[in-house]
Nanobody, 122 residues
Framework: QVQLVESGGDLVKPGGSLRLSCAASGSIFSINVMGWYRQAPGKQRELVAHISKSGSTNYADSVKGRFTISRDNAKNTVYLQMNSLKPEDTAVYYC????????????????WGQGTQVTVSS
């Protein structure tokens, strides 16, 4: 069984910063890409950023230059440093990991966390 647990969401004022963390645990053989998605009320879930096992990154245009994704492979953890936050960044942020479990059926798949709320408001 695999779990992804996010933390770090909070209420912050515009221009402020937050750091999200997501730790994957359980029966994991290997993790490929890890990423962050977000979903605002009434909108579809969208990609924020993702990072490969080797450290290659990709960002949504709306967060480039403000957000930084990183990961610690030894801890199976991915981070999202969010700076210069704007009200339009308000959303539930979800962690995603493409991984191979170490138990049957040994099939690579995408796993999701439960989400953490980020609210940017004065």
């Amino acid at each position: 069984q695999v779990q992804l647990v996010e933390s770090g969401g909070d209420l912050v004022k515009p221009g402020g910063s937050l750091r999200l963390s997501c730790a994957a645990s359980g029966s994991i053989f290997s993790i490929n890409v890890m990423g962050w998605y977000r979903q605002a009320p009434g909108k579809q879930r969208e990609l924020v950023a993702h990072i490969s096992k080797s450290g290659s990154t990709n960002y949504a245009d709306s967060v480039k230059g403000r957000f930084t994704i990183s990961r610690d492979n030894a801890k199976n953890t991915v981070y999202l440093q969010m700076n210069s936050l704007k009200p339009e960044d308000t959303a539930v942020y979800y962690c995603n990991a493409n991984l191979m479990p170490s138990v049957p059926p040994f099939r690579r798949d995408n796993y999701w966390g439960q989400g953490t709320q980020v609210t940017v408001s004065s």
